[in-house]
């Protein structure tokens, strides 16, 4: 079982920046994927970004050029720096974790809000 913590949303102006953290524990050992999905207003969840244990990152069109995805392997630790916040960059965002085996767990999510 992997237990992930988030912190970082918030409200913020369009054009502003935010920093999201989630801090992973437990059965982190084998570790195949860790990354941001968002879910906004009437929305279905989408992925935002992912990194893989072996370094491959992708990210999801509309946050290129925008939002990095990096990860501190010593703490179990992602976070995702997004700048220049849109208002259709509003949603809650979840942690996301994907063990080798594909097992899925989720962090409560945090919310972020951008205003126009």
């Known amino acids: 079982q992997v237990q992930l913590v988030e912190s970082g949303g918030g409200l913020v102006q369009a054009g502003g920046s935010l920093r999201l953290s989630c801090a992973a524990s437990g059965r982190t050992f084998r570790t195949y994927a860790m990354g941001w999905f968002r879910q906004g207003p009437e929305k279905e969840r989408e992925l935002v970004a992912r990194?893989?244990?072996?370094?491959?990152?992708r990210y999801a069109d509309s946050v290129k050029g925008r939002f990095t995805i990096s990860r501190n392997n010593a703490k179990n630790t992602i976070y995702l720096q997004m700048n220049n916040l849109r208002p259709e960059d509003t949603a809650v965002y979840f942690c996301n974790y994907v063990s080798v085996g594909g097992q899925n767990s989720w962090g409560q999510g945090t919310p972020v809000n951008v205003s126009s």
């Open positions: 990194v893989l244990v072996g370094g491959g990152i």
